[in-house]
């Protein structure tokens, strides 16, 4: 992709115009954006491009003439047809849009303004020159570079001035402003500054790139000057050091420059897009590459020591001193009070004090043994560990004494030592044991099953801890407390090779990268694991990161002027924070797409048709310094309870969604952990399936209340069929019984009568028998006429019977009731004769227990014959019933469990009340359906 021009939008996205087209940029995905409407006649080579504070971003053409992207939509901006380049667009203070066209018809400057456009032309203003760039002043002027003068239009001015300066304006020129605010211009003619007092210091490099259609672009940053569009690469310049000799190339085929709001620089060109960001390491003039930890001295002048492939270097004041150059470094140890122990591969070891080498030949040497790690405690005592290099591979440690070496017996075996007092150690043997090493005692931390953070690469003492780095984690140790963080939890921690301490602050080194963090967010995630840690990262996109293989590190450490020196696996580097300072600006975040395949856009939101139930959301953060560590949280309402933390991820999908509206949420953090201010917002809306609409939900819920009525309608009548079938059987059952006793047992009784009435007459008169055969005659007349009088009743019982006359019957058998004051309510109708009898029985019960028990002096008796029901009250004024008796009855007394029986037998329903001991009130409610015949 072939770029020629760059702008920002105050919503964040880069934009690129290139020779195919309009590209939209987030810093991780290029979008080709594509003109609403096809013009067969407009060019795909944008030329210019700028950006309006309202976010319009206006498109020139080699040909075609210009574009507007607005809304969403890359639209035709011609006010007539179009003729020419263009050359440049710049927006004024106002909101002007400036365009520059170059043709053969002669060359224009329009402008639009409050909606109306205005042409500028040779001979209305212009001189006949070719138009080649724009510039806006910070007064509003616009400076219009031609071929080969300079002219400015001043605010409201109708006509440009020329500026007259000792400056040339030649091929493709460029305007920028340095830090002092100063105006300078870059163009084939060379460097010249062009605002008072001039300068043209006689700068010019080779010629322009691509003839022509080649352009120079020229921008300040920090002290340089940046020149673009040359043949041999991109130039940097001092800019207190105007020369020719002074200029550093960068190869590269741009030709076009932008910085964007967070002071990042890009380059544009045949190549493609370029970045470049101000890094906080620089170059620590250290030759090659470490081969050993930067050893940080005490005594002082506080000194480093570092090993390289190059040598062995002394670091104080903020340089490095080369102390030998034939010994190849193994490992540096540093004492408290100031001396230092170089164990090298060669010939002779270096002991270094108040800042004098000395070489030394160990004992080991004489064995063709290395050291291959040392240590002094705390007193200064000198001990170092060497391979003897025998068949078990026995490591023996040997005890400087200043003059001579003692072997120390005892010891165990081991990788690495730090010294935590006088003759105590905390050693480590890699992937086997980390130890306490007291005095010849030997005391066990942890052991290989046990080891929490994996590979050893970093045993240090800081202050009253001890830590131990490891490819999985951290851990310090105080004493008998040994306390982990891991890299799962915490990525930052990952093959940690180096700590060092700066005021408040914490420097960390490792497989993750180079971070700074508050030192007190330490010790609170170590006091409560899981406590985030916030932190800077620099060096992210250079690569820089800890020494690998490093297996006795400590690869970062502080000088006596407070820089932050620190080997990697790319040489040793300085850093200087101040260059790569925390960037506040809180991130715009945006949606890039929504994939939710077939779907509607409506008034800001997403229809969905029915049946949808997944969605997939990509979003982006427009921060461009580092965008690969740009971090997202999001948010479905209705879905999420909280936000849920997305990480580096720029897309969320969510399955099995029901229908219904949802709100999707996202935020965006930069590289340094600022989030945004707003959250970026997606509606949208599924729609249901018929059966998944309110209105069915509300269909159903009706049926199914419909069939719960009928259901218990239904099964209320078959309740009153099952009670009304048994009283219909009792009814049959007693005319069946009549039927019997004066069909069978009567008619029996009448044929024995005449039987002995016949056999009275053969008897003689003076017969003593015949005396006793006419009074059992006699008697079985009184049988046969109560037997008639029982066949009787028992019909009678089986016809409806006259309630109220029943109630009055009831009424005046019980002393203390006034028969004659029954209260009667609606057309009284006879009811079912087993119905009235067993309400007659339920209700006389009532009747006698309140005359009884109550103390009542008013007893009442209604009964009311409603459509639907009859009701029979018994009310009282006595003391009531206790409410224990009310639920289960008195002991050995039945007459109210009875009560409820006889009522459930014929289906009817009784109801006893004693409200507060005020009386008692009883209701008997008998079903029509089953009182009435």
Wanted: net charge positive.
């Amino acid at each position: 992709m072939s770029i020629r021009a760059i702008a920002q939008a105050p919503d964040g996205y880069l934009w690129l115009g290139s020779a195919n087209g309009l590209y939209r940029f987030d810093g991780i995905a290029f979008q080709l954006v594509r003109p609403a409407k096809f013009d067969r006649f407009r060019s795909s080579r944008v030329t210019a491009l700028a950006v309006a504070p309202n976010g319009d971003v206006w498109v020139g053409y080699d040909y075609g003439g210009l574009t507007v992207y607005r809304g969403g939509k890359l639209r035709s901006a011609n006010p007539e047809k179009p003729r020419g380049v263009v050359s440049s667009i710049v927006i004024g203070r106002d909101g002007t849009v400036w365009v520059a066209v170059q043709s053969g018809f002669g060359h224009q400057l329009r402008s639009l303004k409050n909606g109306k456009w205005s042409v500028m032309e040779t001979g209305s203003g212009l001189p006949p020159e070719p138009i080649q760039t724009l510039y806006v002043e910070r007064d509003g002027s616009l400076l219009i570079a031609m071929f080969p003068s300079l002219y400015r239009l001043a605010p409201g001015a109708r006509r440009p001035v020329k500026v007259d300066g000792p400056f040339e304006i030649n091929m493709a020129p460029s305007f920028a402003r340095d830090a002092r605010r100063q105006l300078w211009l870059y163009s084939s003619a060379g460097l010249q500054r062009a605002s008072s007092p001039y300068v043209n210091p006689g700068v010019q490099f080779e010629a322009l790139r691509g003839g022509v259609d080649g352009k120079w672009s020229l921008l300040a940053d920090d002290g340089v000057f940046w020149i673009a569009g040359g043949q041999k690469g991109l130039i940097r310049l001092p800019a207190d050091r105007l020369r020719t000799d002074a200029a550093r190339y960068l190869p590269s085929t741009l030709s076009v420059l932008f910085r964007d709001r967070e002071g990042t620089i890009w380059g544009g060109g045949t190549d493609g897009l370029h970045s470049y960001t101000r890094s906080a390491l620089v170059p620590s003039g250290v030759p090659g590459i470490p081969s050993t930890q930067i050893a940080s001295g005490g005594g002082p002048d506080k000194a480093l020591y570092v090993g390289t492939e190059d040598g062995i270097y002394r670091i104080i004041d903020g340089q490095a001193i080369k102390l030998s150059a034939n010994h190849h470094a193994l490992d540096i140890c540093t004492s408290a009070q100031g001396d230092a122990y170089v164990a090298t591969s060669g010939d002779n070891d270096l002991f270094i004090r108040q800042g004098k080498v000395s070489l030394i030949r160990p004992p080991w040497m004489e064995m063709s043994a290395s050291a291959t790690h040392c240590a002094f405690d705390t007193d200064g005592t000198l001990r170092i560990l060497a391979n003897l290099g025998s068949p078990s591979n026995e490591a023996g440690i040997f005890r400087y004494t200043g003059s001579s070496w003692i072997p120390d017996a005892g010891w165990p075996l081991l990788s690495q030592m730090v010294a935590t007092g006088r003759d105590d150690f905390i050693v480590s043997r890699t992937m086997r044991s980390l130890s306490r090493y007291s005095s010849g005692k030997l005391t066990s931390i942890w052991q290989t099953d046990d080891i929490p953070i994996g590979f050893t690469r970093m045993l240090l003492r800081l202050g009253q801890f001890v830590y131990v780095g490891g490819d999985n984690g951290l851990s310090r140790i105080r004493g008998n407390r040994v306390q982990t963080l891991d890299a799962g939890s915490y990525p930052i921690l990952r093959g940690l090779t180096g700590i060092a301490p700066a005021g408040d602050s914490l420097w960390l080194i490792g497989a993750a990268g180079i971070y700074r963090i508050a030192a007190k967010t330490l010790d609170e995630a170590f006091a409560s694991p899981g406590t985030p840690i916030a932190f800077q990262q620099f060096g992210a996109g250079e690569g820089y990161t800890a020494r690998d293989p490093a297996y006795v590190a400590n690869d970062l450490a502080i000088d006596n002027q407070g820089t932050v020196w620190i080997a990697t696996s790319q040489g040793v580097m300085k850093l200087l924070p101040g260059r790569q300072p925390r960037n506040p600006l809180p991130p715009s975040v945006a949606i890039s797409r929504v994939d939710a395949g077939q779907t509607i856009r409506d008034k800001g939101r997403y229809l969905l048709p029915a049946g949808s139930d997944r969605i997939g959301i990509e979003y982006t953060a427009l921060s461009l310094v580092d965008p690969t560590r740009n971090r997202f949280r999001y948010r479905l309402d209705g879905v999420d309870k909280d936000w849920v933390e997305g990480g580096t991820r720029r897309r969320a999908d969510f399955v099995g969604l029901g229908p219904g509206d949802y709100v999707f949420r996202v935020m965006g953090a930069n590289a340094d952990g600022v989030w945004s201010r707003e959250a970026a917002v997606v509606r949208f809306s599924i729609a249901p399936y018929f059966w998944q609409t309110w209105w069915f939900r509300l269909v159903l819920i009706a049926l199914a209340a419909v069939g719960l009525v009928l259901f218990v309608r239904w099964r209320l009548h078959v309740a009153t069929q099952i009670t009304r079938a048994r009283i219909e059987d009792r009814v049959a059952e007693r005319e069946r019984i009549a039927r019997d006793l004066h069909d069978t047992l009567l008619q029996a009784i009448q044929g024995l009568v005449l039987r002995f009435q016949s056999a009275l007459h053969l008897l003689p008169d003076d017969s003593p028998a015949r005396p006793m055969i006419e009074e059992a005659l006699e008697r079985s007349d009184d049988v046969m006429l109560e037997g008639r009088e029982r066949v009787q009743q028992l019909r009678e019982d089986a016809t409806p019977k006259d309630m109220v006359a029943l109630l009055h019957t009831l009424a005046s058998r019980i002393d203390g009731i006034d028969a004659s004051a029954i209260i009667v309510r609606g057309t009284p109708q006879p009811l079912c004769a087993p119905v009235a009898d067993e309400a007659g029985l339920i209700i006389g019960e009532a009747l006698g227990n309140a005359v009884r028990h109550s103390g009542a002096t008013s007893i009442t008796l209604t009964i009311e014959f409603a459509r639907d029901r009859v009701d029979i009250w018994v009310n009282d004024d006595g003391i009531g019933i206790l409410p224990d008796v009310l639920a289960h009855g008195r002991q050995q007394h039945f007459g109210l469990r009875g009560m409820h029986e006889r009522a459930a037998l014929i289906g009817a329903a009784l109801t006893i009340e004693s409200p507060g001991g005020k009386g008692t009130r009883v209701r008997l409610s008998l079903p029509a359906r089953i009182a009435f015949r």
